[in-house]
């Protein structure tokens, strides 16, 4: 269906901006719940600054396949 490069690259923006718009909302709203201390803070954003890449890796490669 997505056969060329192009398309699976439109896709794939369309997918990741709504991921990235999702994940960001529901970061900040836990954010909310972490105890006001910065070290609690300040690994709670290194964590999940960290951890939004792992589901995005199979969208990457889906996207740049039969280059």
Sequence with gaps: ??????????????GLLVFMAAYIWIVASVGELVPKHWAAQLAYYLVAGVLWGVPVLPLFRWMNAGR
Excluded at 4 to 12: C, E, S, V, Y
């Design 1 to 14: 269906m997505f056969e060329t490069a192009r398309a699976r690259k439109l896709i794939g923006l369309v």
